[in-house]
């Protein structure tokens, strides 16, 4: 059988749990975690990166095998977003770029349109744009056509281990785009990202439920399996569900 | 709209009623809800929500686990003048004590940047009296620019300023602003400033606004606990937190819960706030605004401080002088506006935050 692997700009993911650097107790965690769930690519807010105190620096307990997936967090502005991007770059932090625009502190929602036009910016500056969203259609033909290499809805907004919330929008994401839809933020538990990856997400991005887990690296095991388990159905194609039951005596059987 | 019209409504209220009335299971109701009313959070300030503080605390752990992980963000407080033209009954910075009074100039205030600097922390706060003819506009413009070459956010914690002041200041390099109202009781607020421009009570309460308004991405607010009846005022700093993040859905809102501490005057605070209520305060509203930043100082001691990181804290202060300058060359530190009780360098802070399982974050933000 053929590798099911995940592309996304000119990098392969067999690999479809996407983690992040943000809320562990000690950056020394990441890496044991990085091991146990086998993740690829590991997303880090490049406003953390703080290159004057050698021990915090993030980036050493990030293995040169992990692709870095550079956040925009804290920007408010797709001018700003694309500034850190570009900051990323320089840093050598590839050309992977997560934009994440939040312009409401209250309940941490991306901002769809400052997304869009950051989207804009930085595909044509050459970087392969993982804009994160909330799940809205005809927004996402839009980052497709802006050039976006995924679009990453939102479960549930940051934070909240609720699920998938939003999981019929997500459905038609799934259904109708044709770049990889990653589903980031909001996934609390290993079941919630097995239920996306059977819906037919490409990939999850799970950091929360990861890094506050009282055992990170157990919490990115189960994840990773819970990951492998739902792509694996997805792919074996399960049996429709059904609102009712099938009735064993049918009313039309008189018909023959 | 201002907030002033919430002030107002409880203007008449009575406190003493409410928490006469709470009941156990009122508290309970309040302590499972996932959203709460203004009435909840009043019910988990209340006496009887007291017996319930375990329960309190296990879920502003878990809130703020979820929303902020386990992470501390550190800052350092420069203290750039101590001339002051209020009569603030409490503070060591009184217009009326005989101590020496200082102001940086900017050499100075480099060699503090840089003695600071060396220490690794990225965000640094610097805080003048309020005396506009010796701390103006422009000498406010010149300190930020100077910091901003030096560390990755700067906050102020100075006198009331206009929007356009705030907007200026923000082209300077400055990104959050910290502004206590002391007391929202307007009553005792009259009788605790005696004189100067911090008489002007709604000029002071409507000052985090207009600094939300010119664009500042953080303010912290916070009641001086001691002054006036503590339940009350905390229920107010809540409601103020709240009305901030409801009206600036862009801007970060962080509260300070600052008590009394001796200091050079020798004001005895009407009201003493214990370490139990303390927790139950911060917890409290932990609770009703599960996305807040909540900030403690140096007012507190080590010990304490390192018990509070699990409770719901996403903010300390270390290394702290609050006396002006006192970075670069210790001896020459002027007299202190408070006194500070963890007297640990940044660095044993850092360290005490980790053994407790916890990151000491240096750096959170860059304007860039």
């Known amino acids: 059988m053929q590798e099911d692997a995940l592309q996304l700009g000119d990098k392969y993911f067999t690999s479809r749990l996407f983690t992040g650097t943000g809320k562990f107790g000690s950056h020394k965690q990441i890496p044991a975690m990085l091991d146990a769930s086998g993740s690829q690519m590991i997303t880090m807010a490049l406003r953390r990166i703080d290159s004057h105190t050698p021990t915090e620096n993030i980036l050493e307990y990030i293995p040169r095998n992990v692709v870095l997936l550079p956040n925009t967090s804290g920007a408010r502005t797709a001018e700003e977003a694309a500034r850190i991007a570009r900051i990323a770059r320089e840093a050598g932090c590839g050309d992977f770029i997560k934009i994440e625009i939040i312009t409401d502190m209250k309940y941490l929602m991306p901002d769809n349109f400052e997304t869009l036009r950051a989207t804009e910016i930085l595909a044509r500056e050459g970087f392969v744009v993982l804009p994160y969203v909330l799940p809205d259609l005809p927004l996402a033909r839009r980052l497709e056509s802006a050039g976006a290499a995924a679009v990453m809805p939102l479960g549930a907004p940051i934070g909240t281990n609720r699920g998938l919330e939003t999981k019929s929008l997500i459905a038609l994401l799934i259904e109708n785009c044709t770049v990889p839809v990653v589903v980031d933020a909001g996934i609390g538990r290993p079941s919630h990202a097995a239920a996306a990856m059977e819906m037919g997400a490409d990939a999850v991005l799970v950091n929360t439920a990861i890094a506050t887990a009282q055992d990170p690296a157990a919490m990115g095991r189960a994840f990773a399996l819970a990951v492998q388990a739902g792509r694996m159905a997805y792919l074996a194609k399960m049996a429709e569900e059904s609102a009712v039951a099938q009735a064993s005596s049918p009313l039309t059987g008189f018909l023959h | ?368």
């Open chain 2, 1 to 368: 709209m201002s907030f002033f019209t919430t002030v107002e409504q409880y203007q008449n209220f009575s406190f003493t009623d409410f928490f006469a009335r709470t009941t156990d299971a009122q508290v309970e109701r309040a302590l499972s809800k996932d959203q709460l009313s203004t009435a909840d959070f009043l019910t988990l300030l209340s006496p009887a929500a007291a017996e319930h503080l375990e329960a309190m605390a296990q879920k502003a752990h878990r809130l703020t686990v979820q929303y902020f992980g386990r992470t501390i963000q550190l800052f350092i407080p420069l203290y750039v003048s101590n001339f002051c033209a209020n009569q603030c009954v409490y503070c060591g910075f009184n217009r009326k004590n005989n101590i020496v009074r200082r102001k940086l100039t900017l050499e100075e205030i480099e060699r503090e940047a840089q003695a600071i600097a060396s220490s690794g922390m990225q965000h640094i706060l610097f805080l003048t009296g309020e005396a506009q003819q010796l701390t103006p506009m422009d000498y406010m413009l010149d300190v930020a620019r100077c910091l901003k070459r030096y560390f990755a956010s700067v906050a102020i914690e100075v006198y009331p300023l206009e929007v356009e002041e705030y907007r200026q200041l923000q082209e300077a390099g400055v990104d959050s602003m910290t502004l206590f109202q002391e007391c929202y009781d307007q009553e005792v607020y009259r009788r605790v400033h005696q004189a100067g421009k911090k008489m002007d009570y709604h000029f002071r309460l409507n000052a985090p606004e207009r600094a939300a308004r010119a664009g500042l991405r953080s303010v912290n607010i916070g009641a001086l606990l001691g002054l006036a009846e503590p339940r009350s005022e905390f229920f107010l700093t809540g409601l103020h937190a709240r009305y901030l993040e409801d009206t600036f859905l862009d801007t970060e809102v962080a509260v300070s819960l600052p008590r009394f501490n001796e200091c050079e005057s020798d004001y005895k605070p009407d009201f003493l706030v214990d370490d139990r209520t303390f927790v139950q305060f911060l917890t409290a509203l932990r609770i009703f605004l599960p996305r807040v930043g909540i900030t403690v100082s140096t007012r507190e001691n080590a010990a304490f401080r390192d018990r509070l990181l699990p409770l719901g804290v996403t903010r300390y202060s270390a290394g702290s002088h609050t006396g002006v300058g006192g970075y670069a060359r210790a001896e020459e530190e002027s007299t202190p506006q408070f006194e500070i009780t963890d007297n640990r360098g940044v660095a044993e802070v850092a360290a005490a935050i980790g053994a407790h399982g916890y990151q000491a974050v240096y750096k959170d933000w860059d304007a860039i």
